[in-house]
DNA sequence: ACTTGAAAGTGACGTTACGTCATTTTGTAT
DNA sequence: ATACAAAATGACGTAACGTCACTTTCAAGT
């Protein structure tokens, strides 16, 4: 006969946590002094090991008291069907995180630090729950679609797409200054190469892209993420000075050969 | 204004809820009518949509209150630390998910109708997670080590492993019949072909863990799901049978040719 | 036998995010 | 004015205990 400390010294079950499923009827002390203390058996341990573990793997204390006193209980049945709700729940906080990443990333984008981004994020996010693929499969035709899959999405973990997001970023944090600095510039050498890298062969598409990120309306559709037109603008710039850069550089090389 | 049924409808949130986070307050009626009814604006029907969108993620009431709250919200480092609860999460339910299969490929096993089955499946389980690496470590080399991965483990979920369950699982329900009858020996002969098939050579290896499977205790410190003496008697019977067989057919070709 | 401090007992309230009555008031259409 | 829908309030229930307060029992030392 073992004391209840004893017991929950061995299986780290609180005193209160045994008394309670004395209380419910879960598990009751096969025995007890004189003065009312409760004394557990090696079957009482026993038993609390099993509850102990099909606790573990997510059953009630209601469903684990129904299937340890009915002695033909199916058991192959009621696990299935746990197995099936654990898997639903690993889909469902696979959805949240993809959520919170898309946040995540927005917030690295926008700056982090002002309550508006998160509005907007959040509605942003709401409304991509409800929104349909029909519209992007419209637009675009199958080889399209491929690349699509590449584009940096917000919800995006692959260090690809958080270059995308990170390039991003920064560019927003540079609006202030000149599209000719060698800061933006860098950022924008690295986008271009970036997008050689992504989509060697996808020109036409990128440009049909580049239109629609300039219709926000349009974009939200998509489910992109919406860039500011002044973000677009300042970008456009910035490339034009880059280019011209290019020729410039480029003559110089052809002067010299 | 709008009235606590239609907000109700569009957020598809309950009046009863509404009225909870009301007397919370974490979401009070900008305004009321003269006998009390409650009166919502555009921007409670926003904020609304917010309270959703983070109690969807995850949050509690009590956080959504303090992050709405506080203007100057630290939002990415609470994301990122509900990023990694989330994680976690995962992690447990991919934990409960792995026990849950061990279990079900157990009941396969044994049949699946018996109490006695699952008490001996939760012990073991139970003393699983307890066991460490480091005996099947010392046991085996590292090019053994290798094909060990290959085992059946109860917990595998890949049609492979599945398969030798399942064909334990019919040897076990054949243990009364005859070990030479024509389905114990198709069954011998698919678990020879799976056996050649997957550890083509590791005779050596084979043989040794024959021999562990022939002492319970030191298959349950490898963590292998234990097959009793009978069944592993009845397999060597069936097996011993199989072999003659083939000697004598090949004995019957050789005559032939 | 008596004392005493630790351990055990019981009972009650708190927790989360509402659901579900039961009862009373208010709003609105006729 | 009346009738009926919709809203309000209040109270209790849920799951699985934690925490506190207060009382009783156990086991050991004197």
Redesign the pocket.
Known sequence: MI????IAKQTKI?????????QIGLLT?SS???????LYSEEDLKKLQQIQFL?GIGY???DIEDMLSDPKWNWMISMKSQLVYILEEQERLKSIECSLRELLNGLTVEGGDNYLAIQKLIQLSNQNKKRLLTFRENMFNDKELELWAKLPKMRGEDPNSLEWIALLGQIKRHMKGDPASSRVQNIIRRMIEKQMEDFEDGDEFINKLWDLRKSPSQSEKLGLYPIEKEVLDFMERAYEIHISFLQDSSIEQGGRS
Do not use: F, Q
């Open positions: 004391h209840i400390k004893e609180t005193v209160r946590t045994l008394r309670y499923y004395d002390a007890k002094t004189e003065g009312g203390h409760r606790k009630s204390l209601k």
